[in-house]
């Protein structure tokens, strides 16, 4: 006495794939509570996926925090990642990879985050978003479809400028290299580069410039032969546009050119020999950088001065300037005594070491008329008996002729 009763429901027209799921129908006799049958099925509604790529912007400035996202639909969705190079994360898994990392939205299962901290140009570039989907009809064939979107972050870097030197301190007749290393993004145009000296800048030339990276190239230029004259202030300005902003930066330092001590004595008047009485005035000059703290100027048996700047300090008879000590001495009336070898010298000290200069001498001989004397040791001599006659001549240059003669 079996009864036939049927029971339908009725999809959507379309469908939707909110109406997938698991079908069961379960059959039972009427006033019995028992079950007597039931039967599940497994009803797919499919979708082709899609993938809409959003980012707040795609300027992102060095070392911020750059942020986009993916909005996957579509059903059943079996996978979503994004990929950049040899980058790729699964972003149903929620992984990470250095700064980046790919992760579903809390709340929101068709967003998908893509985060990436501590932004460079390394990270810039074109990101894809790729979703796919997958089923299996009851015959078991794989069935599913796949998509992509990609978005471009771009990397944005104020322009900077850093100034450095092959060699500083250098020495007097070296040749250093500066160089002006630009960084930005966009890239900086050619840097220029000044040297500022008493307060007027000019314009080094010929430098030349190489890429080091995309956002990164040095320019160099070359000072030869070096002398206290290129003891200034150098400085590096560039400059790059962004969003019609101009963005400027510079570097500035100092060179330093260092001096071992050299002495300088000059006298004046400048003749060789000088006359008995007359005025003979020197200059001692000692010339260094780092400023000499010590000169000496002194003759065979007589220094006339000598000088200490960490044990005297000032001295009105020392003058001072940005690179020398000078001391001057003026002999009134001279003397056959003040023929003698005049010696200037002195020191500075670089790297807490003492530097000598090491000594510059002149000779000074002066002269007067001869005058001759004669002299014996009696002027009553006995018959037969010793007499010694002196003869000398005093002044003038050396003698080079002493005569004497006997008339008879």
């Known amino acids: 006495n079996s009864v036939a009763t049927s029971s339908a429901y009725t999809f959507l027209s379309p469908p939707k794939s909110t ?5 069961q129908c379960i059959m039972r006799n009427n006033g019995v509570a028992k079950f007597l049958k039931q039967k599940t099925t497994n009803v797919v509604i499919a979708t082709d996926p899609s993938v809409v790529v959003s980012s707040s912007t795609s300027k992102i400035n060095d070392g911020t925090t750059a942020e986009f996202t993916c909005t996957v639909t579509g059903y059943p969705v079996s996978s979503v990642t994004v990929s950049k190079d040899s980058l790729t ?7 990470t990879s250095g700064d980046t990392t790919c992760f579903q939205k809390p709340n929101s299962p068709s967003e998908f985050v893509i985060k990436v901290e501590t932004f460079s140009a390394d990270e810039a570039g074109a990101y894809k978003c790729s979703a796919a989907t997958k089923w299996y009809k009851t015959d078991g064939t794989e069935m599913g479809k796949s998509t992509e979107n990609t978005t471009a972050l771009n990397y944005v870097k104020a322009s900077t400028a850093t100034l450095t030197f092959d060699k500083n301190p250098a020495e007097v007749g ?4 500066l160089t002006c290393r630009v960084e930005g993004s966009p890239m900086p145009g050619s ?8 307060d007027v800048s000019t314009t080094l030339i010929g430098k030349s410039c190489n890429f080091r990276t995309a956002i990164a190239k040095e320019c160099t230029t070359t000072l030869l032969d070096v002398d206290l004259s290129d003891n200034v202030n150098y400085r590096c300005d560039v400059s790059n546009v962004i969003d019609g902003v101009t963005k400027s930066s510079s570097d500035n330092k100092d060179l330093v050119i260092e001096l071992r001590p050299v002495a300088t004595l000059t006298q ?8 008995v009485g007359s005025s003979l005035t020197f200059t001692c000059i000692i010339e260094g950088n780092p400023l000499p703290n010590k000169l000496k100027f002194e003759r065979e048996g007589e220094v006339f001065k000598e000088y200490d700047s960490q044990s005297v300090g000032d001295d009105p008879q020392i003058t001072r300037s940005t690179y020398t000590l000078s001391y001057i001495k003026t002999i009134n009336k001279l003397q056959l005594s003040d023929t003698s070898k005049y010696t200037c010298s002195g ?5 807490n070491t003492p530097f000598n200069s090491g000594d510059t001498v002149k000779n000074v001989i002066v002269v007067s008329d001869v005058v001759v004397t004669m002299t014996t040791s009696t002027n009553t001599p006995d018959k037969g008996s010793e007499v010694n006659i002196i003869c000398s001549a005093v002044g003038g240059r050396r003698p080079h002729l002493v005569q004497l003669l006997h008339n008879t």
């Open 89 to 95: 994360l699964d972003c149903l898994a929620g992984t």
């Open 347 to 351: 020191e500075n000290i670089r790297n």
């Open 268 to 275: 004046e008047p400048a003749d060789l020999e000088l006359d």
């Open 191 to 198: 840097p220029n580069i000044t040297r500022t000296a008493k």
């Open 19 to 23: 109406e997938s799921g698991v079908y």
């Open 174 to 177: 070296d040749t250093v290299t």
